[in-house]
């Protein structure tokens, strides 16, 4: 990772107790910064229409999981792609990664490809209690307009 990775502390919320994580806030920053307006556009249209219809359904996802699914989305297409296609046909595509993701339970860290952040205790669920959340999501998002 060219701009490399930080240990920084973190608070349990349980018992107050601390902890450490890694931090890649300064290499998500070299890349934020080589997207083009086309997709940051793209990806704010799906923040916002995850924030107004699909997060009060699904809690547990949280923004960061948006930023890696489209790290992802953008590291699968050529610099062309941005030339060619209409905001539409970006943003659907960007959701259909996000519902496959949804659908497959997988979201790789985009650092650390072997840690799933959808996994169960990363999420800290029981994806038998939000199964019925998250199909309702994947119907919301294969509506986009």
Known sequence: VAGGGELVPK??????QSCWRLSF????????????NS???CYVALKVIFKRKVKHICPF??????????LHFMESKKEEYWNGVSSQEALTNLAND???SLENRECKHFFIDF????????LKIDYR???KSIKTAIQILKNIE
């Open 98 to 100: 996000f519902i496959m």
């Open 129 to 131: 209690d939000v199964d």
């Open 25 to 36: 806030s300064q290499a998500e920053l070299l890349l934020a910064n080589q997207i083009p």
């Open 115 to 122: 840690i799933n952040l959808f996994d169960e205790k990363y």
């Open 61 to 70: 996802i949280k923004i960061y999981h948006l930023k890696t699914i489209f």
């Open 39 to 41: 997709a940051r556009d």
């Open 11 to 16: 608070t349990l919320d349980q018992d107050n």
